[in-house]
Structures are given as structure tokens and as C-alpha cells.
């Protein structure tokens, strides 16, 4: 549990101290720690998958293993990993964006007034004061439409990630623990033996906890997405023209 609240401590210290706002930028966040914690509750049962996989096999270990590579074929916990490296990646490149933009905004201050103090709140076009939470920048992407893409494209980067996930763990992880006996049968090893996933239940709920974590991002994810497109792109138009 310790390692645990060692990773969650910088997200969340990102998400209070970082002095650029913009819309939804604290729900990420909190998804990412959500995320993390789940990750962490849904790989207990899968600790001793190897020991959990057993076959009617008793002359070789080697058929066993070979029946265990040919059921899980592919990764199961590295992937959920994967995934949320991935989900973090699409996170910061916002954050990336938006801190370039206040580094712009900063340069562009002061070529028009070299003397001024750097600590002052700016407000200039495209960003509103914000004073919350020690935050001196909100982005307005009503102004800055380019920003506007660049967040759009980082939305739609995380429901392509969910909805990949979500697939692969309906589809093809949760059939692989269904408590079900199978036969096995391999090129060295023609059996066909008897195998089964003891824990079954366990597992199910480790990967149904994920279901439901990431089917509550994706809805998120395409409720914002949907919104951002209509309110500042579509109404937005029908507005007076904003300033460059």
C-alpha cells in the first residue's frame, strides 16, 4: 500500500499546484488516481496466476507450461498497465500544451512591458484570472481555438484508449477466467488435457472493477467531447468573432 500512496502524491500534486486551469483538468487527474488505485485493488488475485492454472498433466511441467503460454497468450496485468501509461501520456500532453501556452503568454508580456513583475496575475487575450487553488491562468478556449483542437484531439485520444480496453478486457480477458474447465492441445504436446483457472471469481471481479472504471471514463470522456464540439465550436460560431 505504501508504493501506492507514493505514486498518488505527485498526481495530486500536480493537479493543486500547477498554475494553468482549464476545463475538466482536475476530473482527469482525479481519474488518473482513481485508475491507480484500481490497478492496484484488481492485481491482487493475479499474483499467483501460474500456481492458479492447473492441467490433468502429471508426467512433465513442460506441457504444463506450454498449455499455460497457449491459454494466456497475451498479457493480462502488463496490458492494464500499458493502458494507464497510456491514459497518463494523453494527460500530460495537455498539460504540456497548456504550459507552453502560458510560457507564450509570459514572452509575450513582457516584450510589452520588460519591467514588469512576473508574479502579477495575467490576464491577457485568451486567458481569464483565475484566483483559485493559487492558479493565475485559465485557458479560454473560446479565444484560443487552436488549444480548443489540441484538447479535443487529447479527449478523443483517451476514448480510442477506453474503448480498446474496454474490448479486450470484455472479449478476451473475462473469457479466459470463466471458471470453465478447457481442453489443451499443443504442437509438442498433443494431450488433449484437462485445464483450469482456479479463482475464477476473484479474477472476474478484479477485471469487472476495471469494466466499470474505464466504461465510467469513456462516458466521461465522450459527454466532454460532445460538449466541447457544440459549446465552443458550434454555438461559439454563432457569437461575435473573437480577437486574435
Not at 493537479?15 to 490497478?39: M, Q
Not at 506441457?63 to 497475451?74: D, E, P, R
Request: glycine residues 4%.
Amino acid at each position: 500500500m505504501a508504493a501506492i500512496v507514493t505514486g498518488l502524491i505527485p498526481i495530486l500534486r500536480t493537479a493543486v499546484e500547477a498554475s494553468t486551469d482549464y476545463t475538466g483538468r482536475t476530473l482527469w487527474f482525479g481519474f488518473l488516481t482513481i485508475r491507480l488505485v484500481t490497478l492496484y485493488i484488481s492485481e491482487m488475485p493475479w499474483g499467483k496466476l501460474d500456481s492458479d492454472f492447473s492441467c490433468n498433466v502429471t508426467y512433465t511441467d513442460f506441457c504444463h507450461k506450454s498449455c499455460f503460454n497457449q491459454h494466456f497468450n497475451l498479457p493480462m496485468v502488463s496490458l492494464w498497465n500499458f493502458t494507464y501509461i497510456l491514459f497518463a501520456i494523453s494527460v500530460l500532453l495537455m498539460e504540456l500544451f497548456a504550459s507552453q501556452l502560458r510560457h507564450n503568454l509570459i514572452k509575450k508580456r513582457l516584450r510589452k512591458d520588460p519591467t514588469e513583475d512576473l508574479d502579477v496575475h495575467i490576464t491577457i487575450t485568451g486567458v481569464k484570472g483565475h484566483d483559485l487553488a493559487n492558479k493565475d491562468m485559465m485557458i479560454d478556449f473560446h479565444r484560443r481555438k487552436t488549444v480548443l483542437c489540441l484538447y479535443l484531439m487529447t479527449v478523443f485520444l483517451r476514448i480510442a484508449i477506453e474503448a480498446v480496453f474496454l474490448t479486450i478486457l470484455i472479449f478476451w480477458q473475462l473469457p479466459k477466467v470463466d471458471g470453465e474447465p478447457f481442453l489443451c492441445q499443443t504442437e509438442l504436446c498433443p494431450g488433449p488435457y484437462i485445464c483450469i483457472v482456479r479463482a475464477s471469481p476473484e479474477k472476474q471481479m478484479s477485471i469487472y472493477t476495471l469494466v466499470f472504471i474505464s466504461g465510467m471514463i469513456l462516458l466521461t470522456n465522450v459527454v466532454f467531447f460532445l460538449y466541447s464540439v457544440c459549446h465552443y465550436l458550434i454555438l461559439g460560431r454563432s457569437g461575435p468573432p473573437s480577437p486574435v
